[in-house]
Nanobody, 123 residues
Framework: QVQLDESGGGLAQAGGSLRLSCVASGRSISTESMAWFRQAPGKERELIAAISWAGRRTYYVDSVKGRFTISKDNDKNTLYLQMNSLKPEDTAFYSC????????????????WGQGTQVTVSS
């Protein structure tokens, strides 16, 4: 079983940047597709970025395109989310997730999840 541990969340000002990290243990993520989800208060969880197991394909929800970048370092067994030009509406609880096959846009298709980290963006 894969365990995921997120870090890097916190408080940022609008226009600022944060980088989330998701360290995996238990199995190499080199053969895993990974994703970042977020859930804001009173809203449903949404997938915001995904990356294929080889890192060749990525997906971004429209609201973060051009601002967020997902990447994975297989040597460090770590998934990243670089978040630039942050907006107050990016405030949410962010979680990473993984699955064995190609990435999916649906959270129910992911086999394992991290505990999550809070991101708060002030205006």
């Amino acid at each position: 079983q894969v365990q995921l541990d997120e870090s890097g969340g916190g408080l940022a000002q609008a226009g600022g940047s944060l980088r989330l990290s998701c360290v995996a243990s238990g199995r190499s993520i080199s053969t895993e597709s990974m994703a970042w989800f977020r859930q804001a208060p009173g809203k449903e969880r949404e997938l915001i970025a995904a990356i294929s197991w080889a890192g060749r394909r990525t997906y971004y929800v429209d609201s973060v395109k051009g601002r967020f970048t997902i990447s994975k370092d297989n040597d460090k067994n770590t998934l990243y989310l670089q978040m630039n030009s942050l907006k107050p509406e990016d405030t949410a609880f962010y979680s990473c997730a993984g699955r064995r096959t190609g990435y999916s846009l649906s959270g129910i298709d992911y086999a394992y999840w991290g505990q999550g980290t809070q991101v708060t963006v002030s205006s």
